[in-house]
């Protein structure tokens, strides 16, 4: 199994940043990309970025320009710096980890962007 937490998250003003942080442990051999989604209540969990195992990089349409995601290879550790931070995007933040075809995924950070 492949244990996924996530760290960084609270609240923020608008235009303001946080840095979320994703530590990957446990059965980890071959990462085949490695990624954040959020969700607010009542919406589908949407896409904010991914990175792949060769280093390429994939971005939400309502992030890019804004959010940039990284990561440490070595440590299994992803991150994701957040600025300019918008109250849309105030919403429960999920690792994601894909290996050999299975999804891992963490219980979340909540990020509120709120004056």
């Known amino acids: 199994q492949v244990q996924l937490v996530e760290s960084g998250g609270g609240l923020v003003q608008p235009g303001g940043s946080l840095r979320l942080s994703c530590a990957a442990s446990?059965?980890?051999?071959?990462?085949?990309?490695m990624g954040w989604y959020r969700q607010v209540p009542g919406k589908q969990r949407e896409l904010v970025a991914t990175?792949?195992?060769?280093?390429?990089?994939n971005y939400g349409d309502s992030v890019k320009g804004r959010f940039a995601i990284s990561r440490v290879g070595a440590d299994n550790t992803m991150y994701l710096q957040m600025n300019s931070l918008k109250p849309e995007d105030t919403a429960v933040y999920y690792c994601?980890?894909?290996?050999?075809?299975?999804?891992?995924w963490g219980h979340g950070t909540q990020v509120t962007v709120s004056s």
């Open positions: 446990g059965n980890i051999y071959t990462i085949y990309a």
């Open positions: 994601w980890l894909g290996q050999s075809r299975q999804s891992f």
């Open positions: 990175i792949h195992s060769l280093g390429n990089t």
